[in-house]
């Protein structure tokens, strides 16, 4: 998908991450899942290319991972030593670029997570250079992660990616200049379902319909988009059954009426009262009405049919008994 569609609609967000890291500042990009972050980090570091020249790249999620992958390559740009690392001595003296990862994968993997840190803190801290270290993804740190990585954070300019910014981990956030990557707008949406139905020549009775539910669906969420599209490609044609079909939950926005509900509910109430003070007797058989219709809502959504024959009856006692 990535491959027919690319990168729209980021210019500004790219801009601005390419010119954060310029300046040299620790940059953190929020958004949900699948909002484009990891996407627009990898733009802006495609587009310093030579410029920076030290990138060190972490995909992995998790700490551990991390930290490994950051030995690997501190390695191979010569940032540390196989003696730092505490490989075997047959390694001792060999130019880290030369040393076959293979070979010592499962060493470094079997190295706890104070001895990793503990080789590589330091070795980042003589290093004149400042890498650019950036990791995608920070969301699931932890509080005894996060001191390292502000140890780090002495030693090299950190760019990373977190969907959440979880407050145990604060310290951190406050070290970094966040950019937020918002949804994508509807015109941008419509331009990358344009360019996959024409390039995939997906039969569609009526493309305005399908645009524009994708558009309302997504919720300008890149993978929504994308999990839409990949399910109307699993179809020879997409009449517009199934596009009303189509659903997202990233599209869907719930609207919570209760505070509304309650607030009607105790206006109808008080209405019978303010009838029976003021003795009008429209208000008053009106606020009656309200009431049965209030109390019994309940049961209209419980048990349809039978709750008309309740409301019907509650509103015939009410008259009789005022509540
Ligand atoms: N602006 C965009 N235009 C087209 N595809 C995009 C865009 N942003 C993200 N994508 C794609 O959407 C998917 C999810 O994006 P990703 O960067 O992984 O999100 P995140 O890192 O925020 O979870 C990826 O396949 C990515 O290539
Ligand atoms: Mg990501």
Known sequence: ?????????REEVVEELVTEIKKGKHVILTGPVGIGKSAVLRAALDRLGGKIELVIRLHDHQAKGQFVEMARQMLALELITAQQLELPAKFHGVPGSEIDWKEIKSQVNRMSMRDLTQALIPALAKDEAKPVIAVDDLTSLTPTQMAFWLAIFDHAQVIGCA?????????????????????LSPETVRAIVKKYIETQG???ESPELYISHVVKQS?????AIYDM?????????????????????AGVQYLDFTPMVMVLGALIVSMRYVGMGTGDKMLYILGGMGCGAVFDLPLFHLQGGRAVVLYLYSIYSLRVNPC
């Open 1 to 9: 998908m990535d491959e027919i569609v690319g990168l729209t609609g």
């Open 163 to 183: 969907s959440e910014k979880k407050a145990r981990v604060r310290k951190l956030w406050w070290k970094m200049r966040e950019i937020a990557v918002k949804p």
């Open 202 to 204: 997906v039969l569609i």
């Open 219 to 223: 919720g300008g969420v890149p993978q």
């Open 229 to 249: 599209l990949d399910e109307s490609g699993k179809e020879r044609i997409i009449d517009k059954r199934k596009v009303r079909e189509m659903r997202h939950e």
